[in-house]
């Protein structure tokens, strides 16, 4: 794989289509019956991954609903008028933030995939920041940008959430096409296709697989957005998540919260199920795919020109809000000390607060690039069951954060599982919501080693477990790094879950955040806002490191023989 | 913690390994639980007095906000017994409705934080606490202590929510500011308040029942509807409506006028290194305040009762007491403990505030909460 | 000591590739299997080396049964026609795989990649990355890297095949001498006629092997 696979990246379909196995177009029929005597033997992996989502999600989920749970609740749920509003409300907001997303992440997707200019690295690093802010940070930032008619309301909602989602698509999608042959887009140049022409009638129809893939992510998000609904949106437009949350947390109503929660789930999985079903439609065949980034350089002075903008108004979309939050950190209100805040932080807060978020940020990976590995190892050797278990990985993403945390301590809580009051709690919940971002990372990287390499490795006399070790391992290793940068993204910036679990001693950054913004004081906000630029600094610095993790390899290389040297003229391939 | 199956030893090891390295950090495992970093006050990491091994250690359940005072030391230096500041929750609603849901297998041993509009569902909640008459109980105000006829909790503290303003806005704009809730809906205040929905902010549901208290159960849903057409905003949390709305928030809000605590106006005051500001610039009105008391009680299933009992008997303690006002920024509950001149000076209490008893809040919320919200969201 | 394949039959989608098929291979004997695409001839070295299971039939080495041995306990070598080096390996770390698999030590290895190295024309390869390998230098890596553990037997699919033409005939006259120079038995998979009659002893085409329909 080339070095500029970024590593919050690679999020290609979990169903993808298009990846490289399927560019194997040569593919000799021995091989196929080959593989297809192959399925059963990875479904035993899926054993671990299927009873850590039991354990830690779905039981804290039943137990959780079992409390509540009364059918009488459904009645006066669906009955009630300002809950139906609630749920279209929850549905419409999901969907067009996501198409939102999708239409503006695309396009700068393929710019940073496609086109090398000054700071293409950087800007591809800063995208993940959004990932990391608490939302009332967002929150913050974004009121004091937004137009006053803006205030408390949906357009204010949207672009939040593309803000905080376009580096979804970025960089999967972007990944993805970073991978596919440029020869195609000259082969169509020839054919008299203009740039634009190209763009829609040959990259976009062959990356509709990668973006379905991210698009599933996007909505799970937007649809169970809680902190940019309740700040952006005011109270007027609650979504199922927040009102999931007042009853369960407020008014202690838990047969309405349960009702809403099935309600949610059920939403959710029908959303899955659609969006399974599109992914196996949207499978286009092989693809000319190549080992490493083909950059183009810009042809005419409109194309350097929309790649320039492009570039330029990413930036200013993500900096702007990051850059008035660096402002906020130095309004301490102590005059002629704009760093107040930050000596206050660095005494107090932020090396306690920063070990914590170290502390579980690491084990959530570890958890979650353990769990997502065997998972994408089951998932890609049973396409069937896979879909199954990879849809139910996803399922945290769309359930409720109060759901799964009272959930979680009301089932831990006796012998041989007693986790009351245990930090361990954190990293697991997190690892919960990181793990799917693994699978996503790695599902196509592994999809895309031939099975004929591990072949060679066993008629060399390698035992299963050593095929495992010396080819998939290794030739995993860069993906498991991308999977591993996401779910550090996550846990990093997680607050939702873990605000409902109960700790003692370990107060996340994002926790300390929300404490600090508990008392009514300019120097709190400055230093609320000081430890969030931390936190961006921390996430961006990680993802260049990861970045440039040596020699990745990947799929790709794998297959390195097969892609044609596409050498073609306007084409230069990176090292 | 001690026996796990193995399916959880597999993701638990390696945390586990991680977690070994904290105690380190902060001295033996037995003074981690005093040196729990308390928020805005100095760490008291290794300088904690050490505890003799085999001692108890309890733990404290509060929400996220509360600050574990210095002088907690006092009591672990007296008693020989530990505490460990356990957050369990974002706010005091999620505090108690998780320890009702975890009742007889508590996350900790006492709990802190229930306030006199959440205290109906909490002592009326089975097994959730021990009852227990604190040895200071008649050193404590009793119009708080007639609240748990029961001895269930334990009164701690006591605040008002109030009305703040900017008052430099005012000053700057030559404009009498309001002092009523008669005022709040007079044109010439039109478009300056922010207050928080009382479905999700405990602030916004105490400033909603003091409204009901001065207007009446029947009475308070026309005097909201005059707050909005007076052009009233609600946000959904006190850090929203105070950092993004409040024209002292400090983030740009434009709004004079907010719902706060009595004790919001000097905290600036106090907090951060020098120079600090002298002079607050804002002020609560006192016609406008809905006392809260907050409580401590013991959960169920607490192995440690006894030591429990002393925690809250000092917790009721003069020591504890005097911390309270600059570490909570709350009042203490005796009379004869001694409050700091920057809080008689700038955050005085009403001296007629409004209440409404736990057991009609009980019955009424959400009622009064459907109102609020049919008459100001939609 | 013969490499028996008997009465190998291989079913794909109700499509009989493999219908009742022997094969038997002498001790030192090269044989080179002819056919065309989709004839089966993979197929078969893939049931030889255990990568694929049959329906009915059984490989056996002299007495002993390897039906059910796993492709890691067989001993049987296998060329792949896309050669399949591993990517995260050099030349070396590729030659040496399957003695590491072995736990041959490690000095014993090196000796060994060294004389691989030398047998087919590599002499210094050995830290090249094999993304920087020419496609003749790939098919002499993979060629070595499947000789080195010494398999009982040596099947190699098209090996050659997707070279052009000099280069082809280049190596076809190479693998010939290597193969008779190590005197390993082994069985050639090739639609190509020239370079079947040039490489083996035998050459039989996928229609010899068919039980009931003797040679056309």
């Not at chain 1, 137990?63 to 749970?69: A, D, H, Q, S």
């Not at chain 1, 997303?101 to 396009?107: F, H, I, N, P």
């Not at chain 1, 007042?246 to 809403?260: E, F, I, V, Y």
């Not at chain 1, 930050?342 to 170290?358: F, K």
């Amino acid at each position: 794989m080339d070095e500029d696979r970024s590593a919050v990246g690679s999020v290609v379909g979990a169903v993808s289509p298009a990846t490289a196995s399927e560019a194997k177009a040569a593919d000799t029929e021995a091989a196929a019956i080959t593989r297809s005597q192959r399925h059963a033997s990875a479904l035993w992996i899926a054993v671990v991954p299927t009873i850590f989502l039991a354990v830690f999600f779905g039981w804290p989920l039943v137990t959780m609903l079992r409390r509540g749970l009364a059918w009488s609740a459904f009645s006066s749920v669906l009955g009630d008028s300002g809950i139906r509003s609630v749920m279209w409300f929850t549905a419409w907001q999901a969907v067009v933030s996501t198409f939102a997303t999708v239409v503006l992440g695309v396009w700068p997707a393929y710019v940073l995939a496609r086109y090398r200019f000054t700071g293409r690295r950087a800007l591809s690093a800063l995208l993940a920041v959004p990932f990391v802010l608490p939302t009332v940070v967002v929150g913050l930032a974004f009121l004091a940008l937004l137009p006053d008619s803006w205030r408390r309301s949906v357009p204010a909602i949207l672009v939040a959430h593309v803000w905080m989602n376009v580096a979804v698509i970025v960089r999967t999608v972007g990944s993805f096409v970073s991978q596919l042959d440029p020869g195609l887009e000259d082969a169509a140049a020839t054919l008299g296709a203009s740039r634009w022409k190209t763009l829609r009638h040959v990259v976009l129809p062959l990356t509709k697989g990668a973006i379905l893939g991210s698009v599933a992510i996007v909505f799970l998000f937007c649809f169970t957005s809680f902190g940019i609904v309740r700040i952006l949106g005011g109270p007027a437009h609650p979504t199922l998540e927040v009102e999931i949350w007042r009853r369960t947390t407020q008014s202690l109503d838990l047969s309405t919260a349960a009702a809403l929660s099935v309600i949610q789930l059920v939403l959710i999985v029908g959303a899955l199920s659609i969006w399974t079903w599109r992914q196996r439609r949207a499978a286009s065949g092989p693809v000319a795919m190549r080992t490493r980034t083909a950059f183009r350089t810009a042809s005419s002075r409109t194309e350097s020109l929309a790649v320039a903008v492009t570039a330029v108004v990413a930036a200013a979309f993500v900096l702007v809000p990051v850059g008035r939050l660096v402002a906020q950190s130095m309004q301490s209100s102590r005059p002629g000390n704009p760093l107040a805040a930050w000596q206050a932080i660095v005494h107090s807060d932020l090396g306690a607060s920063l070990w914590a978020s170290a502390r579980v940020a690491a084990g959530a990976v570890l958890v979650a690039t353990a769990m997502g590995a065997l998972a994408s190892i089951a998932i890609a050797g049973n396409p069937r069951a896979g879909a199954l278990l990879d849809a139910g990985l996803m399922l945290p993403l769309g359930t409720s954060a109060v759901t799964i945390g009272f959930g979680l301590l009301i089932t831990f809580d006796h012998p041989p599982i007693d986790l009351r009051g245990s930090w361990v709690m954190l990293p697991l919940g997190h690892a919960l919501v990181a793990t799917p971002f693994v699978v996503r990372a790695v599902l196509p990287t592994l999809r895309g080693i031939d099975p004929d390499l591990r072949h060679a490795a066993s008629t060399l006399g390698a035992r299963p477990w050593q095929v495992w070790r010396n080819v998939d391992l290794p030739v995993l290793r860069r993906a498991l790094i991308v999977g591993a940068g996401f779910a550090a993204a996550i846990s990093l910036g997680e607050f939702g879950a873990s605000s409902f679990l109960a700790r003692s001693g370990t107060e996340t950054v994002p926790l300390a955040i929300a404490r600090l913004l508990g008392r009514p004081s300019k120097l709190n906000l400055a230093e609320a806002s000081a430890l969030a630029t931390v936190l961006m600094v921390v996430i961006v610095a990680i993802l260049l490191i990861l970045d440039r993790q040596p020699g990745g390899i990947g799929q790709s290389d794998v297959h390195r023989r097969r892609a044609r040297p596409a050498r073609v003229a306007r084409t230069e391939v990176s090292r | 913690m001690k026996r796990r199956t193995p399916l959880v030893l597999a993701a638990t090891v390696v945390l586990a390994a991680c977690g070994s390295s904290t105690s380190r950090s902060t001295g033996s495992a037995t003074t981690t639980a005093v040196a729990v970093t308390t928020p805005g006050s100095t760490l008291a990491g290794s300088s904690a007095p050490s505890v003799a091994a085999g001692s108890v250690t309890l733990k404290l359940l509060s929400y996220d906000a509360y600050v574990l005072p210095d002088s907690v030391k006092q009591f672990t230096a007296a008693t020989g017994i530990g505490v460990e500041f356990v957050k369990a929750g974002a706010d005091a609603g999620t505090l108690v409705n998780s320890a009702i849901l975890t009742a007889g297998k508590p996350q900790g041993d006492v709990l802190f934080g229930i306030d006199n509009t959440l205290l109906s569902r909490g002592v009326t909640s089975k097994g959730l606490f021990i009852p227990y008459r604190s040895k200071e109980s008649a050193n404590l105000d009793q119009t708080a202590t007639a609240l748990v006829p029961g001895h269930e909790v334990t009164p701690i503290d006591t605040s008002d929510v109030c009305v703040n303003i900017d008052t430099s806005y005012f000053t700057a704009k030559g404009l009498t500011p309001p002092a009523t809730f008669d005022d709040l809906v007079k044109p010439e205040y039109k478009g300056m308040l922010v207050v928080e929905n009382p479905g999700t902010s405990s602030t916004g549901l105490a400033f909603m029942l003091a409204t009901v208290a001065k207007y009446g159960p029947d009475g308070f849903a026309a005097y909201w509807k005059q707050l909005r057409g007076n052009g009233v905003v609600a946000v959904d949390s006190w850090d929203d409506a105070y950092f993004n709305e409040f024209s002292q928030g400090g983030s740009g809000g434009k709004l004079p006028i907010v719902v706060s605590y009595a004790t919001s106006p000097p905290y600036p005051l106090v907090t951060g290194d020098e120079p600090r500001p002298t002079v607050p610039t804002t002020a609560n009105l006192p016609d406008t305040c809905f006392r809260q008391i907050e409580f401590a009680g013991i959960l169920d299933g607490s192995k440690h009762v006894a030591e429990d009992q002393q925690l809250v008997d000092f917790l009721a303690g003069r020591p504890y007491q005097e911390s309270l006002p600059l570490s909570n920024f709350v009042y203490p509950i005796r009379a004869d403990a001694t409050v700091p001149d920057v809080f008689t000076k700038y955050a005085t209490l009403s001296p007629k505030p409004w209440s409404v008893s736990p057991g009609d809040i009980a019955k009424n919320r959400d009622a009064w909460i459907e109102t609020w919200t049919k008459t100001v969201l939609r | 000591m013969t490499l028996r394949a008997i009465g190998i039959t291989v079913r794909f989608d109700q499509r009989l590739i493999l219908d009742d098929v022997d094969l038997s291979v002498d001790d030192g004997e090269i044989v080179a299997l002819l056919g065309p695409s989709g004839s089966g001839k993979s197929t078969l070295l893939r049931v030889i080396a255990g990568l694929l299971r049959s329906e009915s039939g059984t490989i056996r080495w002299d007495e002993q049964d390897l039906t059910a041995l796993p492709p890691h306990r067989r001993q049987i070598g296998l060329v792949f026609q896309d050669e399949q080096l591993f990517p995260h390996l050099d030349v070396a770390g590729n030659i040496g795989f399957g003695l590491r698999m072995a736990r041959v030590p490690r000095r014993r290895i090196a000796e060994r990649t060294d004389e691989l190295l030398h047998l087919v024309q590599l002499e210094g390869f050995g830290h090249r990355s094999i993304h920087e390998l020419s496609g003749g230098e790939a098919k002499r890596v993979a060629l070595a890297r499947a000789l080195a553990p010494s398999p009982r037997v040596l099947l190699l699919d098209e090996p050659l095949t997707g070279l052009d033409r000099e280069l082809h005939d280049q190596l076809v006259v190479e693998l010939a001498a290597i193969l008779r120079s190590v005197g390993t038995t082994a069985v050639h998979v090739t639609h190509d006629v020239d370079e079947a009659k040039s490489m083996a002893d035998t050459v039989l085409t996928m229609g010899d092997l068919r039980r009931d329909r003797p040679s056309a």
